[in-house]
């Protein structure tokens, strides 16, 4: 099931893409200073700056906070489906028993309701009293 992208999660991708390529231009940047026959200043600035090191640490944590994001949002879509398929078992249960009290059941070519009456809802059990005559021989 595809579901829509976040506008949070989108611009979370594009952040992490972003990083990823500052992290490529600096390893081509490195890559290129290192071939470079002529001492330029980039050349001179690639020995006390790693700039191949730095592009890849780049890249590496795009790719990491990338997956952070994915999985994130992957858990909370797995919980709002769960959610909703807990709910359409709920009510399909409190269908199914709303259908059990309201059955009414055929037999000896009588139809028979089983639904109970209000009579028989409001209908308190007796109690027996019986009157004390001496307070003090209650048992």
Known sequence: MLKKLSKNELILYAVASSIAFIGLVFLLLGI??????????????QASFPWRYIGLILILGAVIFALIVLLAYAKRIDRVTDRELRRKQRLSAMMSDLDKKEEIV????????????????????EVETKPIDNMNEVK
């Open 32 to 45: 290129i200073a290192d071939n470079l026959d002529i001492n330029s200043a980039l050349n001179k600035a």
């Open 106 to 125: 055929v037999s000896e070519g009588k139809i028979v309701d089983n639904t109970p009456t209000n009579q028989e809802v409001e209908k308190e059990p």
